[in-house]
């Protein structure tokens, strides 16, 4: 089991940059497929980007558009999200998800266990 607790959230400007951080509790913090993604109000939750548990293979959203980089710390059980050219659009809650073993799945159903989200802003 992996709990996990997301930070980096807050308002930026149009063409700016966050990064978001996802600390994870655990040892086998390694054998956990991490992803990113967020939810926009009215709007379903949807995948962002998503690495292996080695960081060897990182796949992203097509929306992202090479604006985003998602990382991993195995030393440090921590997932993070660079975030550049911030869009209006890109205004949202955004998640840490995790799933145990060597699976790569790019939706919400694949994965079960969550943080709590942190809020990111973008004003135009």
């Known amino acids: 089991q992996v709990q996990l607790v997301e930070s980096g959230g807050g308002l930026v400007q149009a063409g700016g940059s966050l990064r978001l951080s996802c600390a994870a509790s655990g040892r086998t913090f390694s054998s956990y497929r991490m992803a990113w993604f967020r939810q926009a109000p009215g709007n379903e939750r949807e995948f962002v980007a998503g690495i292996v548990g080695s960081g060897a293979n990182t796949d992203y959203a097509d929306s992202i558009e090479g604006r985003f980089t998602i990382s991993r710390d195995n030393i440090k059980n921590t997932l993070y999200l660079q975030m550049n050219s911030l869009k209006p659009e890109d205004t949202a809650v955004y998640y840490c998800?995790?799933?145990?073993?060597?699976?790569?799945?790019?939706?919400?159903?694949?994965?079960?266990?969550w943080g709590p989200g942190t809020q990111v802003t973008v004003s135009s």
């Open positions: 998800a995790a799933v145990f073993g060597p699976f790569s799945p790019v939706v919400r159903s694949g994965y079960l266990y």
